[in-house]
């Protein structure tokens, strides 16, 4: 059985500027989106080391370094970049529609 998704309104699109970044809760998900270069990404809130929050790491570029321990992921596709996380994180579509961020998170 698959999850149904639904593009799901954020933010405006100018309560995020170029190198910032914000958290918010849908359902069961924290999902935490980033602007970069007017470029977003969207990935779950959650290492999938030790579920430490990603959104307090340190975005270099596209990649984000978990505060706890320093795994790194790549925000475009989740993939692992650094130990000691070995799972890639899950990635979520972002549109900009109406001038609102919109996000596709499982329902
Ligand atoms: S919880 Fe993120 S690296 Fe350990």
């Known amino acids: 059985m698959t999850e149904a998704t639904d593009f799901v309104t954020v933010a405006p699109a100018a309560d995020l500027p ?17 602007n970069v270069d007017g470029e977003y990404y969207a990935i779950e809130d959650c290492c999938t080391h030790e579920e430490y929050p990603l959104s307090e790491g340190t975005l270099r570029g596209y990649s984000i370094e978990c505060a706890k321990h320093g795994a790194n992921f790549d925000i475009r596709t989740g993939e692992v970049l650094a130990p000691p996380a070995i799972i890639p994180v899950k990635t979520y579509p972002v549109r900009i529609q109406d001038g609102q961020i919109q996000v596709a998170v499982p329902g």
């Open 18 to 34: 170029p190198g910032e970044r914000l958290v918010f809760e849908y359902g069961r998900h924290w999902v935490v989106v980033f």
